[in-house]
T-cell receptor
Framework: NAGVMQNPRHLVRRRGQEARLRCSPM?????VYWYRQLPEEGLKFMVY????????ESGMPKERFSAEFPKEGPSILRIQQVVRGDSAAYFC??????????????FGPGTRLTVL | AQSVTQLGSHVSVSEGALVLLRCNYS??????LFWYVQYPNQGLQLLLK??????LVKGINGFEAEFKKSETSFHLTKPSAHMSDAAEYFC???????????FGKGTRLSVIA
């Protein structure tokens, strides 16, 4: 049973470019969460999605960041016009039920974004 | 609002010694508590979780944690450290009321031969 898949594992962008991060949840999981880890910091929640719905985006920056989880295909975290402060590791997690339950969130290996 | 405080950003122990990683939480509702481990350049792996059942929780790799409501603590322990335990450890809290995982800043564990 494959775990949570994320690609690319490493992404380098120049300031002003767009970054697209992909996450394929574990088989049978329909809930996806995105977290960001800044250097020397813990993980910070960004957004929680179910298929075709954004459930909670309270951790998302108001501008330049967006996320989707279409009916078919992976979840996408998109960062437009990247700035150096966006450099971080972005982790995706999935669960079989929403975070209203005790169901465990399983994490992917992360995408490490570097903005030059 | 929920929060997690991990005391000690870096803990160093000798191989075979007791491992104790501290975690204190703040939550206005009964919490669910988690410990995750992160190896270099990898994602997070669940070690154990507390979900209002037994207060002493046993996890993988010989780790365990005890939920102490009076102390608002959920410290992680292992009787005997192994070199392979060297990693970053994160404590996290969530609630039943539609809130995401809130993580501590992490504790880096070093094991000395």
């Amino acid at each position: 049973n494959a775990g949570v898949m994320q690609n690319p594992r490493h992404l380098v962008r120049r300031r002003g470019q767009e970054a697209r991060l992909r996450c394929s949840p574990m088989k049978g999981h329909s809930h996806v969460y995105w977290y960001r880890q800044l250097p020397e910091e813990g993980l910070k929640f960004m957004v929680y999605l179910q298929k075709e719905n954004i459930i909670d985006e309270s951790g998302m920056p108001k501008e330049r960041f967006s996320a989707e989880f279409p009916k078919e295909g992976p979840s996408i975290l998109r960062i437009q016009q990247v700035v150096r402060g966006d450099s971080a590791a972005y982790f995706c997690a999935s669960s079989a039920q929403g975070f209203t339950s005790t169901d465990t969130q399983y994490f992917g290996p992360g995408t490490r974004l570097t903005v030059l | 609002a929920q929060s997690v405080t991990q005391l000690g950003s870096h803990v160093s122990v000798s191989e075979g010694a007791l491992v104790l990683l501290r975690c204190n939480y703040s939550s206005s509702v009964p919490p669910y508590l988690f410990w995750y481990v992160q190896y270099p350049n990898q994602g997070l792996q669940l070690l154990l979780k507390y979900t209002s059942a037994a207060t002493l929780v046993k996890g993988i790799n010989g780790f365990e944690a005890e939920f102490k409501k009076s102390e608002t603590s959920f410290h992680l322990t292992k009787p005997s450290a192994h070199m392979s335990d060297a990693a970053e450890y994160f404590c996290a809290v969530s609630s039943r009321r539609n809130t995401p995982l809130v993580f501590g800043k992490g504790t880096r564990l070093s094991v000395i031969a």
